[in-house]
């Protein structure tokens, strides 16, 4: 025992004592949370070029309301009130008359200026738009540019031209001005909690409103925190074990070491790896979350699930990583054998949030039930807040430790002969031979 | 072998095992500390102090040179005191000198009681050193015994030569199987039964005679009527 944790500190020590392990504990929530973190910062990034966009108004009722809705949008909002900075781009329409000889010809025009440059889009507004009945060709509104599909100038459109067309139609059916808004008020289903007593004052208590975000986003960053600290201890412990072979190290260590307590240094040395990581990021949270007000947000009854399916995925996915390492000759090898070893993890990557929306279907549940994909599968389902029942981690948890032994035991022996065999890519074949005839 | 008999041995591989990016000092402790269980900072600084790399102990492996690697490695067999000691090639990498030091250590281990193992291919070194030489050819045992007792096998065949003519004046000296050229010394390995006095005056008729020495074969001589190409074209016929 005292020799495997001297191996453990070593290789602790190792991991954590350089730079780059310290850069990488402050980069990986940057990494993971690159994307969402590049929106928010290039929000108020806007192109301040003027849009040009063509009218064609079949129905003859439209232009207008563009024109004018234009006009007041770009004195409102084009340049910034207090500087007089141009701020967002002017939306100027320029009105075609439409050519009911030929459609096509008039539309590929339009197209071909857009090529241009001359159009950034043009709007298509079909005769019948205010009757849609019949031939839907008739009352189409058309927008057409190069992107029009994530344009926002498409979308402003469609806010439009909808209630304006919607209050014309009421009011030919008699409907006063006044009572059309009212009738086109729009209320939004709120998602509340559940309504809860106070301990201390036996009080009922209002329901809290939830967010999306608020839903998703502690489940999403508990399990993405969990892969992140897998690739952090466990990740590395295939190339390191394929290079302590390669080097003759693993030949000096084994004159010290029985093969098995060799692999459980490396293991434990991963583990050790990511609690540290996994500390310094709860605690941080944790922190941080006090100091915001949101201590109600902090997940405190998952915390320790999340621990316990941690230490069990870094064992289980480190013996795979390490025996496979123990098998590899040069860096080629492993590379072929990483993602293979990383299955356990990377397919919760894929289908993690099917299983958050439907936490409770049959789908996630059977799914989170394999031992390979429990940890990381079962953590956001229990984290999930529609919750599910009670008994299914606990179940979870027993099949991770039972099968987290087998592939213990099953690692070890490949890395056992893995470790000392030279020459030759290791095979399927051979790899299994290792693991169940020795 | 298992659990504790283990750590009774210590290995140095011919190819250096080392962490690159530890340190000198720091690799030292931790390959001693696996093998003894306990600390071994005292062996450590003796070991690195005799063997003059007290001012590389804070600096990585990766910066030392061929010969320097060697020598921390050769620590690293034996700073945990192992009974029994196998050594792969342990002058590769060495100047003379360096060779010198290492070979003194070994002498010093030995006297201590330690059991040395060589896995050489230095013929020199092994006659010079080894109290019992085991060879392996071909994945047989060809020889196993002292120094002594493997020449006694192969008999005082050898007439160790210095002349006036060199290489050239011993052409076609009847009962003579082989002549080794070393330049300014040729070496004459006599057929068996054939007379050393008469070779010596036929010689002595052709050229003047500096010095000469009827000798055993050396190991390094032996290897070569082993494994050498001679050897294989005997065993082909």
């Known amino acids: ?438 | 072998m298992k659990g504790t008999s283990t750590d009774r041995i210590g290995y140095l591989p011919e190819e250096r095992g080392m962490y690159k990016k530890m340190k000198v000092r720091e690799l030292l402790q931790f390959y001693g500390e696996l093998k003894s269980s306990r600390k071994v900072d005292k062996e450590v600084d003796y070991w690195l102090d005799r063997l003059e790399l007290s001012d590389w102990g804070n600096k990585k492996i990766e910066t030392l040179s061929k010969g320097m690697g060697q020598k921390v490695q050769f620590i690293s067999t034996i700073v945990a005191k192992p009974e029994l000691i196998i050594l792969d090639e342990p002058f590769t990498g060495l100047d003379p000198v360096n060779v010198e030091v290492i070979k003194d250590a070994v002498l010093d281990l030995r006297s201590n009681g330690s059991t040395v193992i060589f896995s050489t291919h230095d013929m020199n070194v092994a006659e010079k050193m080894c109290d019992f030489i085991f060879m392996i050819f071909k994945g047989q045992k060809v020889l196993d015994g002292t120094l002594v007792s493997i020449q006694d096998e192969f008999g005082s065949d050898t007439l160790r030569i210095r002349t006036e003519g060199g290489r050239t004046s011993l052409d076609n000296l009847d009962g003579v199987d082989k002549i080794t050229d070393f330049g300014k010394l040729q070496e004459l390995r006599i057929h068996p039964g054939s007379d050393h006095q008469k070779i010596l005056a036929e010689i002595m008729s052709r050229t003047q005679v500096y010095s000469f020495e009827l000798a055993k074969p050396t190991l390094y001589d032996i290897f070569l009527r082993i494994a050498g190409p001679e050897a294989e074209e005997k065993a082909d016929a």
């Open chain 1, 1 to 438: 025992m005292r020799k495997i944790l001297r191996f453990v500190k070593r290789e602790y020590l190792a991991a954590v004592k350089t730079k780059g392990f310290i850069i990488m504990l402050l980069l990986m929530p940057v990494l993971m949370g690159g994307s969402g973190i590049a929106m928010y910062l290039l929000q108020g990034q806007v192109d301040t070029t003027d849009k040009r966009v063509a009218i064609v108004d079949h129905s003859g009722i439209v232009t207008d309301l563009v024109l004018n809705a234009a006009e007041k949008r770009n004195a409102a909002s084009v340049l910034d009130k207090e500087t007089g900075k141009k701020v967002q781009p002017a939306y100027v329409f320029e009105v075609i008359a439409p050519d009911e000889t030929d459609h096509q010809a008039q539309r590929l025009a339009l197209s071909d200026r857009i090529r241009e440059g001359d159009l950034h889009a043009f709007l298509e507004v079909g005769p019948n738009v205010l009757h849609p009945e019949g031939d839907q060709s008739t009352f189409r509104i058309k927008y057409h540019g190069k992107n029009s599909a994530v344009d926002n100038i498409r979308n402003w459109l469609n806010n439009m031209i909808n209630p304006y067309l919607r209050k014309i139609r009421l009011s030919e059916v008699g409907v006063e001005e006044s009572k059309a808004d009212e009738i086109m008020t729009w209320l939004q289903v709120e998602a509340m909690g559940l309504v809860t007593v106070d301990e201390e004052t036996g009080e009922i208590q209002e329901a809290r409103k939830t967010g999306e975000a608020e839903a998703i986003l502690v489940p999403v960053v508990l399990f993405f925190l969990m892969f992140m600290l897998v690739m952090m201890g466990a990740m590395p412990l295939l190339q390191s074990t394929m290079e302590e072979k390669t080097q003759r190290i693993a030949e000096v260590l084994l004159g010290s070491l029985q093969p098995h307590q060799f692999m459980a240094g490396k293991v434990l040395g991963g583990l050790l790896v990511s609690l540290t990581g996994a500390s310094v990021y709860v605690a941080g949270g944790v922190f941080f979350m006090r100091r915001l007000g949101l201590t109600e947000f902090i997940p405190f009854h998952v915390i320790p699930w999340f621990f316990a399916f941690l230490i069990l995925e870094i064992v289980m996915v480190g013996s795979i990583l390490a025996s496979l390492g123990a098998a590899c000759n040069d860096p080629k090898d492993a590379q072929n054998l990483t993602f293979p070893a990383m299955f356990p993890v990377f397919l919760p990557m894929f289908i993690f949030m099917p299983v958050l929306q439907e936490p409770t279907s049959a789908f996630a549940t059977w799914l989170s039930m394999f031992p390979l994909f429990t940890p990381m599968l079962m953590l956001i389902r229990k984290a999930a807040p529609a919750g599910i029942p009670a008994w299914q981690p606990w179940v979870g948890l027993v099949e991770v430790i039972l099968f987290t032994i087998f592939i213990v035991w099953i690692g070890g022996r490949i890395f056992r002969v893995g470790i000392l065999m030279q020459g030759g890519a290791p095979k399927l074949s051979n790899i299994l031979k290792w693991a169940f005839r020795g």
